[in-house]
């Protein structure tokens, strides 16, 4: 950690650290202790949205304290035994992910009332394992912690990236012709996840798969006649959403048989030989997502 020898105090702007005249006074009491106090021993970089000395700006707004101490707490002992380490929260890997959340969450609980509940948080990831504090990221909306690389090889929004560094089973569904456009930065992963929120299925699946119809809002219905399938599994039902060798998308290569799959009875004249695995049944029922005209989907 590189010690700061200049007499001016420091005052952060964005990213950069400036020798600029003295703004605070230095206090050493409890939570609300300067930054610049930390200054003088710690040369600090890239608090982003988080910058203690932009009084005017997000400190202001938020009305919040955004000192150091913040989210490494009391700094007391600290600057009794002046400095060394083991007192104060330094966001190490084997540091809690509880306790590491918990000092972010002291300002962002109410945007993230579901956290816990996670599948994130019960992997035992922080928000400091996607998000960073001192680093600038360029590229990255929300201090996003990316391998930057990625975004230039592939195309990935910075936010896909940083989901694609530890799902990449995932991100390779998306090389299938039938696909969401991910690779073009026109949609991201989180454009139907909150890595913030309970799991997919608990959110995409059945009256709760907003998500898909913030786009395809002509599948959303409501419908006087409503496919009972649409409403109750979702459009998982019948859809893999990362991408698939199918057209549209579908579970199945056969239209056929991904109605098959459900519909085991079906009126005597859908029988063989006029009827096999290759008819398109969306031929005639080309309302297959619901309609407002007939029970069978027929228009
Ligand atoms: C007198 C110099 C000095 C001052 C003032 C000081 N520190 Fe430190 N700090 C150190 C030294 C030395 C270390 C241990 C080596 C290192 O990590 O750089 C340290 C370590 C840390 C660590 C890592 C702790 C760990 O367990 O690894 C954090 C976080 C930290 N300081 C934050 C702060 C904050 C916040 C303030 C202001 C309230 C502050 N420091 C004031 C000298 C100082
Ligand atoms: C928004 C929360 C936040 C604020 C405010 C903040 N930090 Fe940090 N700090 C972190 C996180 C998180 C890390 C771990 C590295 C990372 O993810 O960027 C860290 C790491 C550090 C470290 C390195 C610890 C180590 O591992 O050696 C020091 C030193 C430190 N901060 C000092 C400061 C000082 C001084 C200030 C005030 C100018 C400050 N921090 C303000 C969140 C914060
Ligand atoms: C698994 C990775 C991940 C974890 C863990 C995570 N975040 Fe995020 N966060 C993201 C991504 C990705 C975005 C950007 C979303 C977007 O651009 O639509 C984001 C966006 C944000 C934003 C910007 C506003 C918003 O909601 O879009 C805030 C604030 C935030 N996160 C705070 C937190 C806090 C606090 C925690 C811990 C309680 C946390 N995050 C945990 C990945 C994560
Ligand atoms: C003292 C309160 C406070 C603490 C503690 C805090 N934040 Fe924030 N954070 C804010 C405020 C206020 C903003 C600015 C919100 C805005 O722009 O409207 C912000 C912004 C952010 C953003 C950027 C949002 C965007 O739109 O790009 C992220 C990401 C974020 N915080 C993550 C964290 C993480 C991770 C921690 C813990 C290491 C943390 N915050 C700790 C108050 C806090
Ligand atoms: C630091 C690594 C990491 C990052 C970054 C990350 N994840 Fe995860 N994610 C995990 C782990 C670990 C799990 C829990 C184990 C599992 O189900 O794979 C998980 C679980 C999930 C699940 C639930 C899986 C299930 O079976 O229910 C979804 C959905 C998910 N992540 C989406 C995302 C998205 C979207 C992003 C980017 C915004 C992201 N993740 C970023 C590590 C990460
Ligand atoms: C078009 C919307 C959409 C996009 C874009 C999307 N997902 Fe999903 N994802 C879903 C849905 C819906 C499910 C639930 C599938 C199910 O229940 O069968 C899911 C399931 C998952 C799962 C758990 C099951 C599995 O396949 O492992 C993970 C992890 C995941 N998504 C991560 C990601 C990541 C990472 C990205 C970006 C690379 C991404 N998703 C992009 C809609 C989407
Ligand atoms: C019962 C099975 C089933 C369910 C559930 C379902 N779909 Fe479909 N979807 C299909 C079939 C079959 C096609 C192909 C239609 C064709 O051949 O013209 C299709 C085609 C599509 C298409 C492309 C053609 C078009 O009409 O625009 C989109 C987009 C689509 N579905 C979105 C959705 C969304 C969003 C949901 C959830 C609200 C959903 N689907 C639920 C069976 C289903
Ligand atoms: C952010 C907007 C957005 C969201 C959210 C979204 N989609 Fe899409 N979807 C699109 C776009 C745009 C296309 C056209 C793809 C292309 O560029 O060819 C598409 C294509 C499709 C297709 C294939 C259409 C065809 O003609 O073959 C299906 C099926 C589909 N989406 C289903 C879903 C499902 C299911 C979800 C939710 C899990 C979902 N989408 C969420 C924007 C979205
Ligand atoms: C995931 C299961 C599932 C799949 C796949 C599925 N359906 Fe359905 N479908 C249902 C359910 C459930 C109902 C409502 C049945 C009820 O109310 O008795 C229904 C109702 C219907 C009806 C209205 C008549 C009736 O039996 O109530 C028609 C017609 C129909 N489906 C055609 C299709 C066609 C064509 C396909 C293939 C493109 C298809 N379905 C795929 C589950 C499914
Ligand atoms: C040539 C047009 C046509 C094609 C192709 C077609 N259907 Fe139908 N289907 C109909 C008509 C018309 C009805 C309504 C019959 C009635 O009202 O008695 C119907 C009714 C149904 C019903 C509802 C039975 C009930 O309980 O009321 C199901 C389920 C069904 N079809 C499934 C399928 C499947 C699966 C396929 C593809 C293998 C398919 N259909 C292809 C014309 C077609």
Not at 206 to 213: N, R
Request: charged fraction near 15%.
């Amino acid at each position: 950690m590189k010690a700061i020898q200049a007499t001016p105090l420091l005052l952060v702007v964005g990213a950069l650290l400036l020798a600029a005249p003295a703004l605070a006074t230095p206090q050493g009491d409890g939570d609300t202790v300067s930054a610049a106090v930390c200054a003088d021993c710690h040369e600090v970089h890239a608090l982003g949205p988080h910058n203690a000395l932009d009084t005017e700006g997000l400190a202001a707004r938020a009305g919040a304290d955004f000192s150091c101490a913040a989210c490494h707490g009391d700094p007391t002992q600290h600057l009794e035994e002046g400095g060394g380490e083991g007192t104060m929260l330094a966001f190490r890997d084997d540091d809690p992910a509880n306790v590491k959340s918990q000092a972010c969450m002291t300002c962002h609980a109410d945007a993230n009332p579901r956290f816990h509940a996670s599948p994130h948080f019960k992997a035992g990831l922080a928000c400091t394992d996607c998000h960073s504090s001192h680093q600038a990221l360029a590229g990255s909306r929300s201090q996003l912690k990316i391998s930057e690389r990625s975004v230039e090889l592939i195309g990935l929004s910075a936010s896909s990236s940083a989901c694609v560094q530890c799902h990449k089973g995932v991100a390779s569904q998306f090389e299938f012709n039938e696909r969401h456009r991910l690779q073009e930065g026109i949609m991201e992963c989180a454009s139907c996840h909150n890595p913030h929120d309970p799991a997919p299925r608990w959110q995409l699946g059945g009256f709760k798969q907003q998500a898909c119809l913030d786009c395809h809002t002509d599948k959303g219905g409501p419908f006087i006649y409503e496919h009972g399938s649409v409403r109750v599994e979702g459009c998982v039902a019948c859809h893999t959403p990362h991408g698939s060798p199918n057209r549209h998308m579908l579970t199945f290569q056969n239209q056929a048989e991904l109605c098959y799959s459900c519909h085991n009875v079906v009126p005597g004249f859908h029988a063989p030989p006029r009827f096999t695995q290759g008819s398109q049944c969306t031929n005639c029922h080309s309302s297959i997502h619901g309609s407002n005209f007939s029970p069978v989907f027929l228009k």
